[in-house]
């Protein structure tokens, strides 16, 4: 956190009451933007302690500091694991300034206060996105840092405790603006950023170790950050936030800030497009978390034109998303229709200008980035986690099972079907070609009326359905949608198999001279 709560009507004189800093412990990993409020501390008077690197660097600025160990009197051991872990350090910060007692032990042991804490914790989390061998990041783990934040958190009530980089310029300037004193609000802010992030350190270290053992499904353990608030949630009258690193991901050339609707739809849309990746240029149109929209072509302006005439109604006001950078003559295209967000890996400089020309259309430029392998949700007074569904099959995965086999197109047909089936809501039948969505049945209580809301979506936008293919997320348990899907004019069907009565759906398909495939995968998606 780097904000400081504002000096508000104390409950109490006591609460408003500044308390000057005397002495502060400086111990952090990184040094960067540390110097102006180390300078400050100098110029204030405040009696520094510190240890290793941070030691050197502050005595580098010119300012007078003691080593840790001349305070304990007991050098720092073990390479460094054990430096601050000692009663005269924990001591001065623990002691209670307003208990007699506590005052009259710290004289008795020679225990001098230390009112300001500053401490970062060793990178851990840094180390093991790096890859770094176990042993590099067991040694990341820190153990007086995370000790000295807790125990300064604690005593909040008399200490200021500083627990991350990004709060030094807040905390010079506030205490720039009350002349080196801090009152029991602002301290007791800084105590809850502290335990934020001891609470999530713990939560990466219990992460990694809990790897490959019971223990890794015996708790779940999030900890996200930064919180985004979000205009309001999936209506005005609910709140809503982000919990995550939108910058890790997105870079937002244009429009409004993002609604929790347009994030809904954006990780439907970004995960569509992971199927998408290789190959010929790819357009997807979102619209509720379903494609209303997909198709692939030698170029990303037809791949878009084919893509909206899946349904240019949905299409408006929805999410747009590419595989390629937009160029100029597909920026055009776009720009005649109204949409919330478009996402690409990149943007032409041409191209630019056309699409910014809509004052709240939303622009976000897609980085590469590492997907979380689980997923979670909320659900009655808790909460259920599942792995991802990463899987896709394609014709290798294939086992025909009727008596006619399906060509190479309508196998490349039933591949790109399967991938739009796998990301729409269950119950649903997918009618495709090769390279281009006609139309889906989404989210019905029945297989038999999704592939009916498709057959007649596809006809009411004038497409020939002669030769198309259907993909469904599940099996079929009987053979009824076979039997209305082959008067329509589908040729192959692609499926996961599974149900006692396979062999009817199969017989069916061998009557009507369809050719069908088995694939062993179910997709629902609910």
Do not use: W
């Not at 008077?45 to 300012?63: N, P, Q, R």
């Not at 349904?311 to 776009?334: R, Y």
């Amino acid at each position: 956190m780097s904000t400081v709560p504002s000096l508000t009507t104390p409950e109490s004189v006591a609460d408003a009451q500044l308390l000057p800093i005397r002495a502060a412990l400086v111990s952090v990993y990184y040094k960067d933007r540390l110097e102006p409020l180390v300078r400050l501390l100098h110029q204030h008077g405040v009696k520094l302690y510190s240890t290793g690197g941070t030691l050197k660097f502050i005595e580098g600025l010119g300012a007078e500091v003691t080593a840790v160990e001349s305070l304990t009197g007991f050098p720092e051991v073990f390479g460094g694991r054990v430096k601050t872990l000692h009663p005269k350090v924990f001591g001065g910060i623990l002691h209670r300034r307003h208990e007699a007692g506590d005052l009259q032990e710290a004289e008795q042991h020679q225990i001098p206060p230390i009112d300001l804490v500053i401490v970062d914790l060793y990178p851990f989390e840094e180390t093991v996105a790096s890859g770094a061998a176990e042993a590099d990041v067991i040694e990341k783990i820190d153990i007086g840092g995370i000790s000295l934040l807790r125990a300064a958190a604690k005593n909040y009530r008399d200490v200021l405790v500083v627990s991350s980089r990004e709060q030094y310029q807040a905390v010079t300037e506030l205490l720039e603006a009350q002349n080196g004193g801090t009152n029991l609000e602002q301290r007791r802010h800084y105590a809850a950023a502290a335990f934020n992030q001891t609470s999530h350190y713990d939560t990466e270290i219990f992460n990694y170790l809990a790897q490959g053992t019971e223990l890794a499904g015996s708790a779940l353990k999030i900890s996200q950050s930064p919180a985004t608030p979000l205009r309001y949630g999936e209506n005005p009258h609910q709140q809503g936030t982000f919990y995550g690193d939108l910058g890790a991901l997105f870079e937002q050339l244009h429009g409004k800030q993002l609604s929790y609707n347009n994030l809904v739809d954006v990780d439907a849309a970004v995960l569509l497009m992971q199927e998408f990746q290789e190959g010929k240029p790819a357009c997807a149109i979102l619209k509720h978390t379903n494609a209303c929209g997909v198709a692939q072509a030698d170029s990303l302006q037809q791949a878009y034109l084919n893509a909206l005439a899946c349904d240019p109604i949905s299409a408006f006001g929805g999410v747009i998303i590419v595989n390629q950078e937009v160029d100029a003559a597909t920026a055009e295209e776009l720009n005649k229709l109204f949409f919330e967000v478009l996402i690409a890996p990149g943007f032409a400089a041409d191209a630019l200008p056309t699409l910014q020309s809509k004052k709240n259309r939303i622009l976000l430029r897609q980085k590469p980035v590492a997907f979380p392998q689980k997923q979670v949700k909320t659900l009655l007074n808790g909460i259920i986690e599942q792995d991802f569904d990463r899987v896709i099959e394609g014709r290798n995965e294939f086992r025909t099972v009727t008596e006619t086999a399906p060509t190479a197109e309508e196998v490349e047909a039933l591949e790109f079907a399967l991938k739009v089936c796998k990301h729409t809501k269950s119950n649903t039948i997918v009618l495709a070609k090769a390279g281009q969505l006609l139309a889906s049945g989404v989210g019905q209580t029945s297989r038999v009326d999704a592939l009916k809301q498709a057959i007649e979506k596809a006809r009411s936008f004038d497409f020939d359905l002669q030769g198309a293919v259907m993909a469904s997320d599940a099996f079929f348990p009987f053979p009824d949608c076979v039997e209305i899907a082959g008067p329509a004019g589908i040729k192959a069907v692609v499926q996961p198999g599974g149900s006692i009565k396979d062999q009817d759906s199969i017989d069916a398909c061998n009557r009507l001279g369809m050719a069908m495939v088995l694939t062993g995968v179910r997709h629902f998606k609910h």
